[in-house]
């Protein structure tokens, strides 16, 4: 098992593993034009877990866009491939990359926003932001006081 960034022809796989959670009514062509177009998407780091030379879990990472502080990163879309869920694929992948994230020296936080149930969240540690869906990690800052980044 091993945790890297995506390279670029791993995109398309990537995509495929949320398309049931945010595919809504698109067709399986729109859905991944519109990932392949996508702006956001552009703008982040995508993280991948490896298994058997195949990425099966995977998130994205933003910095320095939607309201995210010095030193605070967003994490997003998180999906693992369905055949592989349930394996503690998705957990193992968001904490590595948060440990990751906050190793460095000038880092404060990690947020993500949950749709799914909080709990999946704050078994890893996460706790939830007040009034909103938006949850944060934090070494150095357990209260966190401060605006919420927006959606991403
Ligand atoms: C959420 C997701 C990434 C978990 O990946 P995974 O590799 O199966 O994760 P793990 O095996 O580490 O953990 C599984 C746990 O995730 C939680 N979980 C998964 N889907 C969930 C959902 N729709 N609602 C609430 N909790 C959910 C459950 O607690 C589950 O535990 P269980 O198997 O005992 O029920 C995966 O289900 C997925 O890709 N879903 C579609 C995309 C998505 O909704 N991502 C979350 C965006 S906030």
């Known amino acids: 098992m091993q945790i890297r960034k995506a390279s670029h022809h791993e995109l398309d796989t990537i995509y495929w593993m949320g398309f049931d959670a945010w595919g809504g009514a698109l067709v399986p062509t729109e859905y991944l034009a519109s990932s392949q177009g996508s702006k956001k998407y552009q703008s982040g780091v995508w993280h991948v877990l490896v298994v058997d030379n195949q990425p099966v879990s995977s998130l994205i990472v933003y910095r320095d866009s939607f309201g995210l502080g010095q030193g605070c990163f967003g994490i997003g879309s998180l999906a693992t491939t369905p055949a592989m ?29 949950a749709d799914i149930d909080h709990h999946f969240y704050e078994r890893l540690g996460y706790r939830r932001l007040p009034g909103v869906d938006c949850m944060y990690f934090s070494h150095r800052r357990p209260h966190y006081v401060g605006e919420p980044p927006t959606y991403f």
């Open 85 to 113: 869920r349930g394996q503690g694929f998705g957990a193992h992948l968001l904490r590595a990359v948060t440990d990751m994230l906050l190793d460095a020296p000038d880092a404060i936080a990690t947020f993500l926003h």
